[in-house]
């Protein structure tokens, strides 16, 4: 790089720290872009098999487009958040609450946000954890600790006033539920509810239909195409994947140097693998 008389200048970045933000950005977006696109798929599809079709609020009306697959917490891991200095509120599974979030809530990984832990429930149960609101564009997330940290978020279910969370219990595991909104700043009451959902016949586990009928599911074509939890998980591999290597990068420094007439910039990048 030349003698110290022929630097004229220096420059430092964080480049792990840069990179770390261009996936948190990423996995921000990753949601609604996974919700248009599996919403102008299926408008395709329904275009192309029957242009003639109104099938207006179908989508919405069919759960098996946009709810969420439920997460096992035997085999889950997730990402890490700091839960450090916050008290859950514990509900009952089922159950629910009416609350407010406001500057009073806290805020956790710097979003205004309310925090709940819900009691083990028998190995095998599917819970469902539902957050509904008029002012807010309402964000779930799920969080075990010993998993690892946030097991499954959700935004839109189907729409910015829902979010929905799903999840079979380990029969030991006490998830916690962050409720907050999707920009992290709003404020207003919501809704959150607790409930069971398969064998209709299993104590304290309230009636659920069916998601889907086998016999129109045979004969459905758009059933064919990806759910949203598929290009959900095709979006999160870029966030998860610019994450990994965001771990592994080191400091970016740039110097300058006079080379007789020539002025030109080098740059090195730590890299560890």
Known sequence: LGSDANRIGYGHADAAA??????ELLDV??????????T????AAQSASDPWAD?????EEDESWWLPDPVDLATASGTPVDLADREPRTL????????DLDAGSGEIGGKISDLYRLPAVPAGTTVRVTMTSGPIDTYLRLVVP???GVLQDNDDAPDTSTSI?????DGVSEPYVIATSWSGSNTGPYQLEIGYEGDEEAEDAP???ELVDPDEAMDDPLDDLPTFAQFLALFDLGPDALSIVADRLGDQRTVTVVDGADVRSEQTLEIRW
């Not at 840069?18 to 996936?23: E, P, Q, S, T, Y």
């Not at 099938?55 to 989508?59: A, E, I, K, T, Y």
């Open 165 to 169: 969370l799903r999840y079979v219990s």
């Open 207 to 209: 009636d659920v239909e």
């Open 92 to 99: 009952e599974v089922p159950g629910g609450v009416s609350a």
């Open 29 to 38: 977006l990753a949601q609604p872009v996974a919700f248009v696109a599996a």
């Open 146 to 148: 010993d998993a690892g």
């Open 55 to 59: 099938d207006v609020g179908r989508f």
């Open 40 to 43: 102008a798929a299926r408008e």
């Open 18 to 23: 840069n990179l770390h933000g261009v996936a």
